[in-house]
């Protein structure tokens, strides 16, 4: 059973930087595609971004190119989320997700999912 924890959100002004982590547990990392998504209150499930199981390809959202890097640790099984130069806009509740040969932001293309973590970017 895949399993996927997210960790790192918080409370921070904007400007400022924060750093997310995704374990992932039950399945070798190098074998699903990761994606990072969010959602603010009354708001759609949005794709952030998202890297490749194998050669590690990554795609960014237009509202966060730039600005966020995702990186894997295969031998920790963890996928991470550097966001800088945070917005306002960015204020929302993270997800992780796993799926297999899905590479891409469609929510509806991965399998599993993590319960989510808070950012918060406000004054």
């Known amino acids: 059973q895949v399993q996927l924890v997210e960790s790192g959100g918080g409370l921070v002004q904007p400007g400022e930087s924060l750093r997310l982590s995704c374990a992932v547990s039950g399945v070798n990392l190098d074998s699903v595609d990761i994606g990072w998504f969010r959602q603010a209150p009354g708001a759609e499930r949005e794709g952030v971004s998202c890297i490749a199981s194998l050669a590690g390809s990554t795609y960014y959202s237009d509202s966060v190119r730039g600005r966020f890097t995702i990186s894997r640790d295969n031998a920790k099984n963890t996928v991470s989320l550097q966001m800088d130069n945070l917005k306002p806009e960015d204020t929302a509740v993270y997800y992780c997700?796993?799926?297999?040969?899905?590479?891409?932001?469609?929510?509806?293309?991965?399998?599993?999912w993590g319960q989510g973590t808070q950012v918060t970017v406000s004054l």
């Open positions: 997700a796993a799926g297999r040969r899905v590479f891409g932001l469609d929510p509806r293309l991965y399998d599993d």
